[in-house]
């Protein structure tokens, strides 16, 4: 087959996220309020900031805006995640950095399967945050086999997307056709299923154990738990959402709101309680429940460098440290610590680029590409900014925090959901079952910014 047939992956990974987006909004509707709801305040924000309009504008994020997802899956086998990353290879989106979550009482560990490439993030953001159980921490010895006994009986693959999967592998890429009937056949494999497969008393052991064990046991498949899109102004939404008739989390996770935003923060509504039928039960009888898919909303702001990360993560600590654990009763008090002890963070674009706290993506000015060809080859970024020949705007960051992301898991756990896991994750276990290297995030954003710098000189002529 030849080349030119195929369709681009990003096209497929743009027309995948719309499409899981329609079936997530059928299967929660309050997803669609929550989309309402961003959209509203994107548009009000926008209007009436039109420095961070022209910022999108000129950084090419505008178009993707709107059309900004990522979801989050939870694996049960090793197996399942060496698939789904040859499945979303076919989608352009390959695993980004890997997530130790059993630090905060979460069993398993992590990466986020998305684009590598700015030019690819601009046509298609679309991510998933893709989760893998870690069985071994089920204490008790009779469950942990018995809840692998469960997952080995599962196909969570229609035959359909492995014959595709395979196709894509074997001539290197699909035609539009093959790439729509791919699109349909991994939907199911994300599609809710209210059929569990295991009984009453299966499932509410493996809940005692903890409740995201039974949500990845329990189920036919990795049911898509959430959908988020993302809002320039999440602390507008977290405002409005008790006004749409939408309970949020108590605290916004990550950074504290800033005029430079930095990293990721999060929120979230509620998990929604949704009928379930046990194996054990008839057509006739009541049916079970189970709470585990919540929406989300994020905010994303600049990428740090290591030099940021670090401070960031000292701030961070040092607010746990004052606060404790985070929950309704404390959100106030936990805010006012997160906005003191970040107070010391730089917050200005300026003062993130010179000190190196961030990463940044340089532009041509008119001013000079109207002198291009006068600028000597040991021109320095910083000569150039004096001189106003670049400019330069934040690089997105386009991954997660793992504090943010288990307290999101915690919140729509219930409370009683903490655990304590004396056994670490293991990254190169992890990369052994992906059956692939996680790739760094940070040498991604590193290469974004010196591909801008190099297209600076070129248009410069230097």
Excluded at 232 to 256: F, S
Excluded at 295 to 313: H, M, N, V
Aim: charged residues 25%; negative net charge; contains cysteine.
């Amino acid at each position: 087959m030849s080349n030119t047939a195929f369709i681009s992956p990003d096209l497929i990974r743009a027309k995948f996220s719309r499409a899981m987006s329609h079936m997530y909004r059928d299967e929660v509707p309050l997803y669609g309020d929550l989309m309402q709801l961003v959209s509203d305040v994107n548009q009000s924000t926008l209007e009436n900031d039109p420095k961070l309009h022209q910022h999108l504008i000129k950084t090419g994020e505008i178009e993707r805006l709107d059309e900004e997802r990522h979801g989050a899956i939870r694996l049960g086998t090793a197996q399942e995640l060496h698939t789904m990353r040859r499945l979303f290879s076919v989608m352009g989106m390959f695993p980004v950095g890997y997530y130790d979550l059993t630090p905060a009482g979460v069993p398993v560990h992590s990466t986020a399967f998305r684009a590598i490439h700015e030019d690819s993030l601009n046509v298609s953001p679309f991510r998933v945050f893709t989760s893998l159980l870690r069985l071994e921490l089920i204490d008790d010895e009779d469950l942990q086999k018995e809840a692998k006994e469960i997952l080995s009986q599962r196909n969570i693959f229609t035959d359909g997307a492995m014959r595709l999967i395979e196709k894509n592998e074997k001539e290197g890429g699909l035609n539009e056709a093959d790439a729509d009937e791919f699109i349909q056949e991994v939907l199911e494999t994300f599609r809710w299923h209210s059929d569990a497969t295991v009984t009453a008393d299966q499932y509410q052991t493996l809940h005692d154990q903890h409740r995201l064990i039974a949500d990845v046991v329990a189920f036919k498949g990795p049911h898509i738990n959430h959908l988020t899109p993302r809002t320039v102004d999440i602390d507008q939404v977290q405002e409005l959402m008790p006004k749409r008739g939408i309970t949020p989390k108590a605290v916004v996770e990550g950074p504290p709101a800033r005029q430079c935003p930095i990293l990721l923060r999060q929120t979230s509504f509620k998990a929604l309680q949704e009928n379930v039928r046990f194996t054990d039960q008839t057509a006739s009888e009541n049916t079970g429940h189970h709470t585990a898919r919540f929406g989300e909303i994020e905010q994303r702001g600049a990428a740090l460098t290591p030099k940021g990360r670090i401070l960031y993560d000292q701030l961070l600590n040092q607010t746990r440290a004052e606060i404790g654990t985070t929950n309704e009763s404390n959100a106030d008090q936990y805010r006012a610590a997160l906005t003191k002890h970040f107070a010391t963070f730089p917050d200005s674009y300026k003062e993130l680029h010179d000190e190196k706290l961030a990463y940044f993506a340089y532009y041509p000015t008119e001013e000079g590409l109207a002198k291009a060809g006068s600028f000597t080859e040991h021109s320095t970024i910083e000569d150039l900014i004096a001189a106003g020949a670049i400019s330069y705007e934040p690089i997105v960051y386009e991954d997660f925090l793992p504090v943010s992301a288990a307290g999101i898991f915690q919140s729509n756990l219930g409370d009683n959901a903490q655990a304590e896991y004396t056994i670490s994750s293991n990254q190169e276990e992890f990369m052994r079952d992906l059956g692939a290297k996680t790739i760094d995030e940070l040498e991604l954003y590193a290469s974004s910014q010196a591909r801008s710098w190099e297209a600076c000189k070129k248009a410069l002529a230097i």
